[in-house]
Structure formats: structure tokens, C-alpha cells
């Protein structure tokens, strides 16, 4: 039952080309981090707030102010247990989005 789960996650993750995720950097140039992640770590607090945010937002970044070495496999893990999708990891912001589930509500069109 838990790899069917497995399964739908990689689904719903999307690759993305070269100009998309230029697209999407471009989107993003303005935003101001909506997730820290401190010295906690990643918690289950963070998962909640990265997937809240992206059904709210579709495009986030996520902001590293510890961990920063760890920060590509941490950004993985978030992106795996919330269905997202990893644009760039610029300096310690990673950029995640997750296309929104009906169609008319989605703010970026790739």
C-alpha cells in the first residue's frame, strides 16, 4: 500500500525543461522566503507549511539558515513528502513549485 503512495508522488512530481524553470525563477526573483528552516531542522512543523504554502502560492522559496550544508538533501526530502517540484537551489534559497490542482487556479503556465 505504501509504495501505491510512493508511486503517486513521483507522478505528480513534473519535470521541468530549461525555459520553465527559467520561467519560474523569473516568477520568483520578487518573493521573500515563506519557510525558515532553523534550528530544528526539518520537522514535520515544516513539511505542513511548505505544502500549505505551495496549495496557497504554487511558487515558494524556502530559506536555509542552518543546515546550509545539508540543504540539497533536505530540500529533497521536503520535496518528496510534499508532492514538489525543485526549481534552484540559489545561495541557501531553495525554490520549490507545485502546480496547482484545477486548472483555473493556477498562477504560472507552463
Request: net charge positive; aromatic share 6%; hydrophobic share 40%.
Amino acid at each position: 500500500m505504501r509504495e501505491i503512495g510512493l508511486i503517486t508522488r513521483i507522478q505528480n512530481m513534473i519535470e521541468l525543461t530549461s525555459k520553465q524553470r527559467k520561467y519560474l525563477e523569473k516568477a520568483a526573483h520578487d518573493l521573500q522566503p515563506v519557510v525558515i528552516v532553523g534550528g530544528a531542522g526539518v520537522t514535520d512543523g515544516i513539511f505542513g507549511m511548505v505544502a500549505a504554502s505551495l496549495k496557497a502560492h504554487e511558487l515558494i522559496k524556502v530559506k536555509f539558515n542552518e543546515y546550509k550544508d545539508e540543504k540539497v538533501e533536505l530540500t529533497n526530502e521536503i520535496c518528496t513528502k510534499c508532492d514538489a517540484t525543485l526549481v534552484r537551489i540559489i545561495g541557501n534559497i531553495a525554490i520549490l513549485y507545485k502546480e496547482a490542482e484545477k486548472e483555473e487556479a493556477r498562477k504560472y503556465r507552463l
